[in-house]
Antibody, heavy 119, light 109 residues
Framework: QVQLVESGGGLVKPGGSLRLSCAASGFMFSDYSMGWIRQGPGKGLEWVSYMSSSGTDIFYADSVKGRFTISRDNGHNSLYLQMDSLRAEDTAVYYC????????????WGQGTLVTVSS | SYVLTQPPSVAVAPGRTAILTCGGNNIGHKTVHWYQQQRPGQAPVLVIYYDTDRPSGIPERFSGSNSGNTATLTISRVEAGDEADYYCQVWDSSSNHAVFGGGTKLTVL
C-alpha cells in the first residue's frame, strides 16, 4: 500500500536550516507529482510547495518562496524540502503528500514531521 | 491570491445531515477537494475530489457539490466517528498555488 514517511524535523534556531525527507513506497513514485503541506500549532492546513513527477514544474507558497527548495530523487523514491532562513512562523508539522491526478489532489499523506523554530 | 472561506464550526446530532460550506469567488469554475482530519497533527484523508467523487473506502454518506460561489460537503446520517476538522482545497491556476480553506470543526452532539 502507499506509504509516505517524513523525517528530518527538529528544533532549529531562527535563521537556521533544515532538510526534510519523504520516503515513498507502494507506488511508482516517478509517475506522481508531490507536495508539501504544513500545519502550525492550533492552525489549519497550509500548502507549502509542489513538484511535478519529472521535476520540471515547481511552485511555492509566497510565504516560503526564496527560502525553501523542493526537490526529488526518483531513483531513490524520495522527496525533499530544504528549508533555509527559518522563522518562528515556520514552526509546524510538515506533511508530504501524493498528488492523485497531477491536479493537486492530495490522496495520500505521510504522518508528518515536526519543525520547531525557536531560540 | 485566491481565498477559501469555511465556517469555523458546525454541530449536528447523530443520524442527521451535516452541511459544510466552502466559499470562494466563482468557486464553481474550479474543482474542489475535501479532506478530513480527525485530530490536529494526524494525517488528513481525502474524502471528496473533483467536487463530487469519492475515493475508494469513503462511505457513500459523504457527497459534494459545487456551484456559483459555494462548494458543499454533505455528510448524511452523521456518526460519532465523523467528528473531525474538514478542509476544502482548490488549485488556483492564476497563481499556481494550492489553496486550503481555514477548516470547519464538525462536532457530533
Amino acid at each position: 500500500q502507499v506509504q509516505l514517511v517524513e523525517s528530518g524535523g527538529g528544533l532549529v534556531k531562527p535563521g537556521g536550516s533544515l532538510r526534510l525527507s519523504c520516503a515513498a513506497s507502494g507506488f511508482m513514485f516517478s509517475d506522481y507529482s508531490m507536495g508539501w503541506i504544513r500545519q502550525g500549532p492550533g492552525k489549519g492546513l497550509e500548502w507549502v510547495s509542489y513538484m511535478s513527477s519529472s521535476g520540471t514544474d515547481i511552485f511555492y507558497a509566497d510565504s516560503v518562496k526564496g527560502r525553501f527548495t523542493i526537490s526529488r530523487d526518483n531513483g531513490h523514491n524520495s522527496l525533499y524540502l530544504q528549508m533555509d532562513s527559518l522563522r518562528a512562523e515556520d514552526t509546524a508539522v510538515y506533511y508530504c503528500a501524493r498528488d492523485r491526478n497531477t491536479a493537486a489532489i492530495f490522496d495520500s499523506w505521510g504522518q508528518g514531521t515536526l519543525v520547531t523554530v525557536s531560540s | 491570491s485566491y481565498v477559501l472561506t469555511q465556517p469555523p464550526s458546525v454541530a449536528v446530532a447523530p443520524g442527521r445531515t451535516a452541511i459544510l460550506t466552502c466559499g470562494g469567488n466563482n468557486i464553481g469554475h474550479k474543482t474542489v477537494h475535501w479532506y478530513q482530519q480527525q485530530r490536529p497533527g494526524q494525517a488528513p484523508v481525502l474524502v471528496i475530489y473533483y467536487d463530487t467523487d469519492r475515493p475508494s473506502g469513503i462511505p457513500e454518506r459523504f457527497s459534494g457539490s459545487n456551484s456559483g460561489n459555494t462548494a458543499t460537503l454533505t455528510i448524511s446520517r452523521v456518526e460519532a466517528g465523523d467528528e473531525a476538522d474538514y478542509y476544502c482545497q482548490v488549485w488556483d491556476s492564476s497563481s499556481n498555488h494550492a489553496v486550503f480553506g481555514g477548516g470547519t470543526k464538525l462536532t457530533v452532539l
